[in-house]
């Protein structure tokens, strides 16, 4: 390989993209394998390039378009699709919407070996059709090959990312309040869950409002859990008040609740708990008046089939604050990153 100039480099093929910069676009002008003519040369005068790399790399060494595709091969996903290489980068899309999932890990230790930079949307992340996720790329034009064979090797036995899919489940609502049980008031969390849910795949079974008592509280799960219910989702008393029942209902039914009140605002009185493999949320009020709270963030991996651990719960301190824009864009925020 030869760096030449490029009035001396008629005939010869390119063995790097030339990148191009201009109002509004930023591309590949001339891809690698380009054989030069004489009118290219002042177009790459013009875009300030007085020379160009041309000839094969040298022994041991991969060109940075190799590279990209090797890197790519090495973290092939399920549910996504690789574009490139462009400019020396391939680009992970997701062609179907579910839950994005970094091994950070494993990315730290791929990104410590020296040349080659893989970058991601952040874990745990939420993504449609089409989401760009994923860019990796080495920063010269060649490397060592040993570099891309060590990342190679720590990816062997492990996966770098998976886009996890939504499951359909079945879901059971109890909604719990004297005041709304009575007819006092009327209920506003039926509304605000369904169309939460609607985003999933899945049915609702059934919605049951009870008064405020432990036995009905406990016996209406346990009929939507016998109708099918495989998702159970609480709404209606869980503060700290005395009256506030359905913590000690979710218990009664035998539950195991990983956690009851989260590092994250708002949604700080959640409660999150499991009955074998049935899932069960406890939703605090302010899912009624605010657009967003920790039942938006957890409902993703809900739906994956994925059980939170008291670790997970726990990590959604650093980024569980939300920052009450005046327009919502969750989940395109820092809120609920963990």
């Known amino acids: 390989m030869e760096?030449?100039?490029?009035?001396?480099?008629?005939?010869?093929?390119?063995?790097?993209?030339?990148?191009?910069?201009?109002?509004?676009?930023?591309?590949?002008?001339?891809?690698?394998?380009?054989?030069?003519?004489?009118?290219?040369i002042q177009v790459l005068l013009d875009i300030g390039k007085k020379t160009v790399y041309a000839g094969e790399p040298d022994e041991g060494m991969i060109h940075e378009d190799d590279c990209a595709i090797r890197l790519s091969e090495m973290t092939k996903t399920d549910g996504t699709h690789f574009e490139g290489p462009s400019e020396g980068k391939m680009l992970l899309f997701a062609d179907r919407k579910g839950m994005f999932r970094v091994d950070t890990d494993l990315l730290n230790s791929i990104n410590r070996i020296g040349d080659i930079t893989i970058s991601t949307i952040p874990d745990h992340f939420r993504v449609e059709e089409g989401d760009r996720l994923a860019s990796m790329r080495i920063v010269p034009l060649?490397?060592?090959?040993?570099?891309?064979?060590?990342?190679?090797?720590?990816?062997?036995?492990?996966?770098?990312?998976e886009l996890l899919p939504y499951k359909p489940l079945s879901v059971g609502i109890v909604i719990t309040g004297s005041e709304v049980y009575s007819g006092r008031i009327s209920d506003m969390f039926e509304p605000v869950v369904r169309k939460k849910l609607k985003y999933f795949p899945g049915q609702i079974k059934g919605v049951k409002i009870c008064d405020d008592d432990i036995s009905m509280i406990t016996a209406a799960a346990e009929e939507l859990m016998n109708e099918g219910a495989?998702?159970?989702?609480?709404?209606?008393?869980?503060?700290?008040?005395?009256?506030?029942?359905?913590p000690g209902a979710i218990k009664r039914l035998g539950a195991e609740i990983i956690s009851y009140g989260l590092p994250a605002q708002p949604g700080n009185m959640t409660l999150v708990a499991y009955l074998d493999d049935i899932p069960?949320?406890?939703?605090?009020?302010?899912?009624?008046?605010?657009?967003?709270?920790?039942?938006?963030?957890?409902l993703p991996q809900v739906y994956t089939g994925i059980k939170f651990t008291k670790k997970d719960l726990i990590g959604l301190g650093d980024g569980g604050l939300c920052r009450m824009c005046k327009e919502c864009h969750f989940p395109n925020c820092t809120f609920g990153r963990y």
């Not at 063995?15 to 201009?22: G, K, L, P, V, Y």
């Not at 009020?285 to 657009?291: C, D, F, N, T, Y």
């Open 230 to 246: 495989d998702l159970l989702i609480f709404t209606g008393g869980m503060s700290v008040d005395p009256d506030d029942l359905t």
């Open 280 to 298: 069960i949320l406890g939703v605090p009020g302010a899912a009624i008046s605010l657009p967003t709270t920790m039942f938006d963030v957890l």
């Open 3 to 40: 760096k030449i100039r490029v009035e001396d480099a008629v005939g010869m093929p390119l063995c790097h993209d030339i990148t191009a910069m201009r109002p509004g676009f930023k591309g590949a002008l001339f891809k690698r394998g380009h054989v030069i003519e004489k009118k290219d």
């Open 142 to 161: 060649f490397t060592d090959k040993e570099q891309i064979e060590r990342a190679e090797g720590l990816c062997a036995d492990k996966r770098l990312f």
